[in-house]
């Protein structure tokens, strides 16, 4: 049995801001954080629309997908959405505080009146931490064989727009990939060595919780809950030591690349593309240049989007699904890390 990626979607809001537009609003400039950071431009959802918003479009756009490239057997999207056995939403910006869980609204949005839903919590790491889990969930039972695996994103509404070392560096949005189980037998051998296994071939989760206050949203959990009548000056927001988290992500990707790639007897010139979380031009090319892998073999769309977390993986690999920039066949690594500290990749072959 193999886990295969059946289709990609993505919800991206239309709302464009400009580094220019932000540095008539804050003390910053373009220069500044395109030299630091490779971001050009972030898309803000409007006030109406809610993580779930953008999650529930990026799903319907992959079931669409998925039915259109005639992946499935089922005749429409709806159809599709009634079959899904899972639906595991990567998320830091949930709807809701705790209950209910993004899962759940997206669950009730699609009509897949079947499927178990959850949300998992890893930071910009969610993604990587959700295919893992929702390809486990579907081998672990023979009844089960579809699932989405969506990661979506309001940062908006936590970042401190009055905090320039912050704030410059989110987006929203949404990404999100329809999972199958298929019977390939003479394929599944295990093993990553070309023209072996297909799907997600292997996984590397990590963490380093003694990092747990370089990104924090401090304010509203059980340690420090909003008081009664206390005035509140900001909402909930993101704190963040760059320096200490650029370190941690340097480091975590390096090796996780490698690891990925020593253990799976890879050599760069079998990975057509390297998907790395886009929160920083800078991580990627100082991780690709200790493992001397050339530029182009990351796919970098930070520029446009910005630091998108949990969603930043899926959108850029419906970017490249959608423009045929990955073949069937293809092995893809994704790599990523974010708060928590968190980390993981993905070997997959498309
Ligand atoms: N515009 C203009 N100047 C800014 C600025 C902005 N948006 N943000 C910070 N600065 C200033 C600082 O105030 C500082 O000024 P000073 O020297 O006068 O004190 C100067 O730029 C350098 O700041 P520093 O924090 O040292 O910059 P940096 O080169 O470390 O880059 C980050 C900052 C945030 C881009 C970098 O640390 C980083 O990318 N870290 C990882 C962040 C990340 O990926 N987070 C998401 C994890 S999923």
Redesign the pocket.
């Known amino acids: 049995m193999v886990i295969e990626i059946a289709g990609t979607g993505r919800a991206i809001p239309p709302e464009r801001i400009s580094n220019q537009d932000l540095a008539e609003q804050i003390?910053?400039?373009d220069e500044?954080?395109r030299s630091?950071?490779g971001i050009e431009a972030r898309h803000i959802a409007p006030p109406h629309v809610s993580t779930s918003d953008l999650a529930v479009e990026a799903a319907w756009e992959s079931l669409k997908f998925a039915v259109a490239r005639a992946e499935v057997e089922e005749p429409g999207p709806e159809e599709l959405a009634r079959t899904l056995d899972l639906i595991v939403v990567g998320s830091t910006t949930q709807d809701y505080y705790g209950c209910p869980s993004t899962a759940c609204l997206v669950q009730h949005r699609l009509g897949a009146q079947k499927a178990a839903a959850m949300d998992i919590t890893a930071?910009?790491s969610s993604f990587i931490y959700c295919l893992e889990t929702a390809a486990a969930l579907i081998l672990a039972d023979r009844r089960r064989k579809r699932a989405l695996v969506i990661g979506a994103e309001t940062l908006s509404r936590v970042a401190n727009w009055n905090d320039?070392?912050t704030c410059?560096?989110f987006g929203d949005g949404a990404g999100a990939v329809l999972l199958e189980k298929r019977d390939y037998p003479e394929e599944n051998s295990g093993g990553a060595g070309p023209g072996r296994s297909r799907g997600l071939l292997r996984t590397i989760l990590g963490a380093d919780g003694s990092g747990w206050e370089h990104?924090i949203i401090r304010r509203g959990g059980s340690r420090e809950p909003w008081k009664s009548g206390e005035t509140v000056d900001i909402p909930p927001h993101v704190e963040?030591n760059?320096?200490a988290?650029?370190n941690f992500?340097v480091k975590v990707i390096t090796e996780t690349m490698a690891q990925l790639m020593e253990e799976e007897s890879l050599a760069i010139q079998d990975i057509a593309r390297i998907v790395p979380?886009q929160?920083?031009a800078?991580?990627i090319q100082a991780a690709g240049k200790r493992l001397k892998i050339p530029e182009e073999k990351f796919y970098l769309n930070m520029g446009e989007y910005a630091?998108t977390?949990a969603a930043s993986i899926p959108i850029a690999l419906d970017e490249l699904n959608r423009s045929g920039q990955v073949q069937k066949g293809d092995l893809i690594i994704t790599v990523g890390?974010?708060?928590g500290l968190t980390y993981g990749g993905n070997l997959i072959r498309w």
């Open positions: 003390d910053t400039s500044w954080i630091h950071t930071a910009c320039r070392g410059v560096l990104l963040m760059g320096h988290v650029y992500a979380h929160a920083n800078r991580i630091n977390s890390f974010g708060g």
